[in-house]
């Protein structure tokens, strides 16, 4: 690879920011959405488990997502001002990808599935932003995962892993400084 990509490819890395300030009426190209997956899946992925699955949620599959889990919310009692945020939450970017992994019986391979899967996301994210996308890695309650895995089809054999925001970005975000890494050298 030669410098210019290698910078590039840093470039990348460095700019790519948590950012939900996008521009909700400019769609995604789901050819694009369907891209950066096939980046996210060239994570590196120890016995070849290729444990990742992704559900991409668009139009009124975000709000049907925000309604499970309001309901949810309703049931445990919840904050109700929470449980209201949640009915419209997914509807600030036009693309919502909930990042799964699959189950395994080793404790081992478990951990290990679930790591690539975090590299998946990583991966997704860098592809986004090297498209001109802003993303925005979040967690949900661990409440919401069987209405989560309800919606996506899915059985509980998979465990959620990320829900990444995706859109066309309305502002561009300021890069906050990062600590210096402790790095210890060994000869
Ligand atoms: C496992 C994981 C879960 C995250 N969940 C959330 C979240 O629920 N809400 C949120 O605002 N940010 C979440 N983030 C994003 C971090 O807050 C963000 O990466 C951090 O503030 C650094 O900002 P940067 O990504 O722009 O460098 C999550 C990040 C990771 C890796």
Redesign the pocket.
Known sequence: MDEEIARAVEEVIRT?????LVDQDQPVDPGVVQRLIGSAIWAPNHKRTWPWRFTVLTGDARRRLGEAFAAVGEELDMDPIKVEKQRTKYLRSPVVVLVWVTGDPSEVRRREDRDAT?AA??NL?LAATANGLAS?????SDDFYPAARELAGLDENHDF???VYLGHPSTA?A??P?PVPDVAWLS
């Open positions: 790519r920011r948590t950012s939900l975090a996301v990583q994210l925005y890695w979040a967690t949900i892993v990320a829900l975000v890069v906050p990062r």
